[in-house]
């Protein structure tokens, strides 16, 4: 029998959520963005997502992965009820085992052995729940989250330079700027909305705002750029270094502002210049050109309208802080920020990022954007009426681990995140959590590397299930809204926290029924004593009605008491958050990534992210819509380095580093720099068991952020050469063999297995049927030849293709796009087994090739072609003939780059 793996779920959907028809406003689960978006949900329970017009964050926008949102829903792969050791509990038994967990780490331990890892991905009412209980009752700061891989560098940079944790502009001054520079951050792929933004304004500007990438490599994103700075990886504080000294020497400063509002200058400046005195010595440590560095700090020093966006490229470093600084001391220096289309602006990665950083989820932080300074605990420990305050900072994300590792923490509890996929030296991270003692996880899903290890799982609400607020990259605070019914027993993570605080005592400081109280808590504290000596203060939220929560429209923050709209920007008169109201700037030295490639592992893997998958594919891995860009896990490698390294395009290479390896398909590309090789950060053990990059990087850390250098590690890189290669396609899931190279993907009609390994299994015939199965009624089509190991076999049930299995000794098997496609037939005629049995297409049937645009699933064959063909030049017409690109834009730099390749 051809089993169908993931079961039918046993818990369907209760009744509730949206009635049929109506149409909620809430809120992408995905980007620091933060797009509006609207859901009706028809009568046999399909959710239609659009862009919410209305909504100031995207104006009826969205990318792929928000506009197949509601192709992810489906409950086949969730948790629905609580586990204990692997045996179904109730809910009473898993709490009550929880807060005994608790207890007992409590009693025999005391607060530094519990800790909890939390997430950018929980809504500003669990984190709140969390940190509470944490830090007001458990008296530990042992709570970090995932932000620490992901903003803390930013957090810790803006507290230097301004006070507080503050991001002074807004979406408009990407498009009022006349210059946008974009430093270590891919925002066509990572932020599209703000891109497309970016490219909407400049077609009414007349081309303005230019834009410059700083990226070691040519993204999606160079696309529309001016000028692409590919620079040495980890250059970024020589290069704006070098831009303080150089806008210094050219007179671009502004005396006024400096001298009215910033302190610090001349000694940012000397140690600007002790490192990058001039041009030159820039271009010698970042390996650009004079002349691309000239044009660059030309263009930054003349152009009044600047707005600097930084991300990962900037922040995922062992001195990430300092890149940050690097940046925004020449804002200062220039008066730029806080004026319309001016400032450094740190985009945030998740979803609800800032609303962390906000209720204070950091373990370096207290609550509401206070610190551990004795009158912040002191006034925190009041609001709460505290019994335990935490008085000082808890361990950060990798520290943390760490203590899990050396078993100093006795019970952990892990929510809305997968950090043995996300944390770097991942496999040390899941040793660590075989050796700890007590493991809860909270998720929404039943299978991941975390879930695995948990003995107490408890399901989560998601997406579209629950209610709450996040927070996007421009200080905008957004509901999410509930339009779907809670699925079996999964409740809200808030929920779960006050049920644990209620069993251990602290009732009377979790008395929640809904996140509406909570919220209107957290606003109160962002006021209490606050007198406008605190950055974020939502206290005219703190007396919000149910009814006024429900309905609260997007509004930016600060927004104190009394206030009615919220600040679009901060600091253009000063007025920052230090002592004597100045800014910071900051003095940066030379500085060199952690680890420095040597002769055993020559070259520089950088990590990050994918145009249509969101982090650990737990939902955009779900949909064939969003699979079909990029299937299966990759390093991308230059050619000359390829050729060095023995590995060739499509073929399978082993990445090396000192902590890891992973086993990857290669794609070469010039796009690259040599030295320098690219992986994504997304693939886990489910779908792919040799693809978890992280497993190779490097655990190094910025000693002020704690912020991991995910984008640099030393390895090595080597050809893969399995015995061989093959594929399986099958209607449904199936129990995936165990083999050297698995990766598992989800097609439109079935489900793919790319599949590669060492020991030659000879009796393909009799694999396939232990694979699929075997039934009298089944029409087997089979090819097989011993003799040069190749096999080709297909199952049919009732004329409907069931599964088949191709082997080769190469990677050069039949198309899987072909195939897939064969899936979606009603009956495979005569001259289609035929096809089969060749591996070969009937001519005049095509193969798609990858999918480029996920909107209208439009394949890489049918654009070369057309492009090719019918003279397509444009994007435009590209969209009028074959729509793609027409819907989302996510695919337009890709067109743009088949135009110049194929036109
Ligand atoms: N499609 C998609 N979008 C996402 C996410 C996702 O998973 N998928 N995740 C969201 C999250 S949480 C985040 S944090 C953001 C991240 O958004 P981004 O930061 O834009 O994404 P990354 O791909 O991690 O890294 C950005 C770039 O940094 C470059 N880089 C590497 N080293 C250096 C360096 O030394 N200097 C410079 N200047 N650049 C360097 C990399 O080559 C890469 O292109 O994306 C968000 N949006
Ligand atoms: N090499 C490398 N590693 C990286 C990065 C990189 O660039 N390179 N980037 C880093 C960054 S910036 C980030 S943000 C991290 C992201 O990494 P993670 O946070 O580990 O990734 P996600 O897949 O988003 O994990 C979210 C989990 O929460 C679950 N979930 C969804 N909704 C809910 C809910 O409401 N409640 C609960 N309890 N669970 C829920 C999902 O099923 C999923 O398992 O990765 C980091 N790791
Ligand atoms: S840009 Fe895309 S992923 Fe980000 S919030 Fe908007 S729709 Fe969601
Ligand atoms: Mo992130």
Request: net charge neutral; glycine share 10%; aromatic share 8%.
């Amino acid at each position: 029998m051809i089993s169908s793996l993931p079961p039918a779920p046993a818990f369907p959907r209760k009744e509730g959520g949206s009635d049929s028809g109506e149409e909620i406003r809430t809120t992408c689960p995905y980007c620091g963005v933060g797009c509006g978006v609207k859901v009706t949900v028809d009568a046999d329970g399909q959710a239609q997502v659009t862009g919410d017009e209305r909504h100031p964050a995207n104006y009826g926008r969205l990318c792929s992965k928000g506009a197949a949102l509601g192709e992810t829903l489906s409950l086949d792969d969730r948790l629905l009820y609580p586990e204990i050791h692997g045996r179904r509990a109730t809910w009473d038994e898993a709490l009550d085992a929880v807060a005994a967990g608790f207890r007992n780490a409590l009693a025999e331990h005391g607060p530094d052995a519990i800790a909890f890892y939390v997430s950018g991905q929980l809504l500003t009412e669990d984190y709140y729940v969390a940190n509470k209980l944490m830090k007001g009752c458990f008296g530990s700061a042992n709570i970090d989250t995932n932000s620490r891989l992901c903003m803390s560098s930013s957090v810790a940079g803006h507290q230097r330079a301004f006070g507080s944790d503050t991001v002074p502009g807004c979406y408009e001054d990407l498009e009022d700027a006349d210059l946008v520079v974009l430093v270590g951050s891919n925002l066509a792929w990572c932020h599209p909305v703000l891109y497309q933004r970016i490219l909407a304004a400049r077609e009414q500007r007349a081309g303005k705002p230019r834009l410059v990438v700083i990226d070691p490599r040519r993204t999606a994103t160079c696309e529309a750029a001016e000028i692409h700075l590919p620079l040495k990886p980890g250059s970024d504080t020589a290069l704006f270094n070098g831009l303080l000294a150089h806008l210094y020497q050219q007179d671009r400063l502004n005396p006024e502002f400096l001298d009215r509002h910033v302190a610090g200058f001349w000694s940012a400046y000397q140690a600007a210049k002790a490192v990058a005195p001039n041009i030159p010595t820039v271009a010698a440590k970042t390996g650009l050109s004079e002349s691309a560095v000239a044009e660059f700090y030309g263009l930054w020093g003349r152009t009044h309208k600047v707005v600097t966006v930084y991300s990962q490229g900037v922040n995922q470093s062992s001195y990430g802080s300092d890149k940050v600084n690097a940046i925004i001391n020449c804002h200062l220096a220039t008066g730029r920020i806080g004026q319309p289309g001016m400032g450094p602006f740190s985009v945030t990665g998740q979803p609800n990022a800032m609303g962390g950083r906000e209720v204070g989820g950091l373990a370096s932080q207290l609550a509401a954007h206070m610190d551990f300074a004795p009158e912040a605990v002191e006034r925190v420990r009041r609001f709460w009426k505290a019994p335990a305050i935490a008085s000082r900072p808890g361990l950060k994300a990798v520290e943390l681990f760490q203590a899990v590792a050396d078993t100093k923490i006795k019970a952990l509890w892990i929510m809305g995140t997968n950090p043995l996929v996300s944390l770097p030296d991942a496999d040390a991270a899941r040793e660590a959590l075989r050796r700890c003692p007590l493991v809860i996880v909270s998720d929404a899903v039943a299978d991941t590397d975390t879930v695995r290890l948990a003995q107490i799982k408890l399901p989560a609400l998601t997406w579209g299930e629950k209610e709450g607020a996040v927070t996007n990259s421009e200080r905008r605070i957004s509901r999410q809204r509930a339009f779907l019914p809670p699925p079996g027993e999964a409740q809200p993570d808030w929920w779960a926290m006050t049920q644990v605080a209620r069993r251990l005592g602290f009732g009377a400081l979790f008395p929640y029924e809904s996140p509406a109280a909570i919220f209107r808590e957290h606003a109160a504290l962002s006021g209490f004593e606050n007198e406008g000596r605190r950055d974020f203060d939502i206290s005219a939220l703190a007396d919000l009605t149910d009814d006024g929560y429900d309905a609260l429209p997007p509004v930016q923050w600060p927004l104190p008491r009394g206030a009615t709209t919220g600040a679009t920007r901060l600091f253009g008169e000063g007025g920052f958050f230090t002592a004597d109201g100045k800014a910071r700037c900051i003095a940066v030295g030379e500085r060199s990534p952690a680890y420095a490639v040597d002769k055993s592992f020559p070259l520089i893997l950088n990590s990050g992210r994918i145009r249509d998958q969101w982090h650990t594919m737990t939902r955009t891995g779900k949909t064939a819509r969003l699979t079909g860009h990029i299937p299966e896990p990759y390093v991308e490698i230059h050619p000359v380095d390829a050729l060095a390294c023995g590995v060739s395009e499509n073929g399978l290479a082993r990445v090396q580093s000192r902590w890891g390896e992973v086993i990857v398909r290669v794609r070469t590309s010039a796009e690259q720099q040599p030295g320098s090789v690219f992986a994504p950060m997304h693939w886990g053990s489910p779908l792919a068991p040799q693809g978890r990059v992280n497993a190779a990087v490097n655990p190094a850390v910025d000693p002020l952020s704690g912020q991991p250098e995910l984008k640099h590690t030393p390895v090595r890189v080597q050809a893969y050469r399995p015995r061989w290669h093959g594929f399986l396609l099958c209607r449904e899931a199936i129990e995936p063999p165990t083999v050297e190279y698995r990766v598992s993907v989800r097609e439109r009609a079935c489900w793919r297995y790319e599949l590669a390994g060492e020991n030659v299994i000879g009796d393909w015939p009799d694999w396939a049927r232990t694979l699929f199965g075997d039934d009298p009624g089944w029409e087997w089509l089979e090819f097989a030849d011993a003799g040069t190991g190749r096999y080709r076999g297909a199952v049919l049930a009732e004329g409907r293709l069931q599964a088949c299995l191709f082997v080769a000794p190469t990677h050069e098997l039949p198309l899987r796009g072909w195939l897939a496609g064969l899936f979606a037939a009603a009956e495979l005629g005569v001259a289609e087994h035929a096809s089969l049995l060749a591996g070969r297409p009937r001519p005049g049937q095509r193969d798609c090739g990858r999918i480029v645009c996920a909107c209208f699933g439009v394949g890489l064959n049918a654009l070369t072609t057309a492009i090719r063909d019918q003279g397509l030049a444009t994007p435009e017409a590209i969209g009028a003939t074959l729509k793609a690109g027409s819907n989302c834009g996510s695919c337009v730099p890709e067109l743009r780059q088949l135009i110049q390749e194929y036109g």
